[in-house]
C-alpha cells in the first residue's frame, strides 16, 4: 500500500482556482498499479497544505462550500477505482478546547458550537463522488484513551447512528519516543481500536513514525532504537488483535525522507523501520516478527 503524502493536497493539485494538476498523484497510481499496490488518498479536507488563492481568497461561506463540494467531486471522481480508501476530513481537533462533541444532539451547526454538520456534509459529498471508495476521519494524538479520542469515538457514534457514510477512523500515530509510555501504548491502543470497531468501522494505523532525540552528530542511541523496536511491536500487536483493524503504514520508510528531522531542526530523527541507507533497523524485525506471528495465530 502506498499513499501521497502531499501530491493530493490542495496545493499541489490545485495551483489556482480554475486550474488540475493530477501529475504527481497519477505517478504514484501508476507506481503502485505496477508493483500490485493499493493506493490510499490524503487528503481532501484539511486545514493546512492549502494554496494562497484559497486561504486568502475572501470567499462567502457559500462560496466555500462550493469550492469544496466540486473539489471532492473533481478529485475522487479521477481516482474512482484507483483508490481504495481516503482520508477525507484529517486532524479538526488539533486544539484541546475543540474536543468536545454533543451527542445525540440535532443543533449540529460546525460555525457556532463547533459541531460535526461540516464533516457530514462532506462525507456524503465524497460518497456521492465514489460509492465505492472507504471514507475515512484521520486524526493525530487520539490513539489511545484521551479526551480528543472520546471525541473521536462520540462522533463516530453520532454518524453511524444517523447514517451519515464513515468506513473508517486513521490513527495516525506520529510518536515521540521521550513520550512513549510502551505499556500503556499496548493497552489503550487495543482499548480505543476496540471501541471503535464495535461501532461497524475499519481502523487503519495511518501515518506511524516513532522519533529518536539525535545527538549534535546526528545518531541516536542504541538503547533508544532498541526501544523504538518495542513501540512498533506494541502497535503492531494491537492492531493484529483486532479484526476491524484492517491496515498499518508507516509515515515513508526510510530515515533518508522522513519529515521529523526537518519539522524538529534536527532535533529528533531515525523515525522509520529504515534508515538512511536503506537497511532494515531493529523496528522493521520487530514488525515482520509481529506479523508473521499473527499469521499464524490467525491461521
Not at 205 to 219: A, W
Request: hydrophobic share 40%.
Amino acid at each position: 500500500m502506498v499513499e501521497a503524502e502531499d501530491a493530493m493536497k490542495w496545493w499541489v493539485l490545485r495551483p489556482d482556482a480554475a486550474t488540475y494538476d493530477f501529475g504527481q498523484g497519477d505517478e504514484l497510481v501508476r507506481f503502485a498499479q505496477a508493483h500490485g499496490m493499493k493506493v490510499r488518498g490524503h487528503c481532501l479536507v484539511w486545514g493546512r497544505s492549502n494554496p494562497e488563492w484559497l486561504t486568502q481568497g475572501h470567499f462567502t461561506a457559500l462560496q466555500l462550500s462550493r469550492l469544496l463540494h466540486e473539489h471532492i467531486d473533481r478529485v475522487m471522481s479521477h481516482y474512482a477505482g484507483q483508490v481504495f480508501a481516503w482520508d477525507v476530513v484529517t486532524k479538526l481537533w488539533m486544539k484541546t478546547e475543540m474536543c468536545e462533541v454533543p451527542s445525540g444532539t440535532t443543533n449540529r451547526h460546525w460555525i457556532s458550537g463547533h459541531g460535526t454538520e461540516y464533516i457530514e456534509q462532506v462525507l456524503r459529498w465524497a460518497h456521492e463522488a465514489d460509492p465505492h471508495a472507504l471514507l475515512f476521519y484521520n486524526e493525530a494524538e487520539g490513539e489511545g484513551l484521551n479526551r480528543k479520542s472520546d471525541a473521536i469515538y462520540t462522533m463516530v457514534k453520532d454518524f453511524k447512528r444517523l447514517g451519515i457514510p464513515i468506513d473508517g477512523v486513521g490513527l495516525q500515530m506520529h510518536i515521540s519516543l521521550a513520550d512513549a509510555d510502551i505499556p500503556g501504548i499496548a493497552a489503550n491502543i487495543s482499548a480505543n481500536i476496540a471501541r471503535l470497531t464495535a461501532l461497524g468501522v475499519q481502523v487503519h494505523i495511518t501515518e506511524l513514525d516513532v522519533s529518536l532525540p539525535l545527538d549534535s552528530s546526528g545518531l541516536a542511541r542504541a538503547e533508544d532504537l532498541s526501544r523504538q523496536a518495542d513501540v512498533y511491536r506494541a502497535i503492531v500487536r494491537a492492531c493484529l488483535n483486532s479484526a476491524g483493524c484492517t491496515a498499518i503504514q508507516t509515515w515513508g520508510f526510510t530515515d533518508k525522507y522522513s519529515w521529523i528531522g526537518s519539522h524538529s531542526r534536527g532535533a529528533r530523527g531515525q523515525a522509520l523501520p529504515f534508515d538512511r541507507a536503506y537497511q532494515p533497523k531493529a523496528a522493521y524485525r520487530a514488525v515482520l516478527e509481529e506479523i508473521l506471528a499473527g499469521r499464524s495465530t490467525r491461521h
